[in-house]
């Protein structure tokens, strides 16, 4: 059994026992069109980026919880994120020119004010993912 995160209607989330990866996809795949909708993308959801999507959630469903994807270019590491983010009914703030950018005078204020607006709104009761690219 495949143990996959859902938000659960009173603003939470729960474990919701699948019997395979293909049952998550099932799942999803309602979100997955407003995901692809929403961000003009094509998302497949194949086997190997279900597993990544479901340790994402895993993170994200946890009080506090946060990660650090690794990997190279084009792997679906940002995708995986805002998807995850979007199934937990979260507000997804990023940061595209990501932590190299940040170290240039202009881009630094920029990163620093995203950051203060991801920590206003946890402040506030909302739920954020916070995606730095780079």
Do not use: W
Request: glycine content about 8%; aromatic content about 4%.
């Amino acid at each position: 059994a495949v143990f996959f995160n859902v938000a659960a209607a009173g603003g939470g989330t729960e474990y919701v026992p699948m019997e395979s990866v293909v049952a998550v996809r099932d799942s999803i795949s309602v979100t997955n069109q407003q995901y692809n909708d929403q961000h003009g993308t094509n998302v497949v959801l194949h086997e190997d980026f279900l597993t990544d999507l479901l340790r994402v959630l895993r993170q994200l469903t946890i009080p506090g919880g946060s990660l650090v994807i690794t990997g190279v270019p084009g792997s679906g590491r940002r995708t995986a994120a805002r998807l995850a983010a979007t199934v937990c009914r979260h507000e997804c703030l990023s940061i595209e020119k990501g932590v190299r950018a940040a170290c240039q005078a202009n881009s630094r204020e920029l990163f620093r004010k995203t950051l203060l607006e991801a920590h206003r709104m946890a402040a506030s009761g909302k739920r954020v993912t916070a995606i730095c690219s780079e």
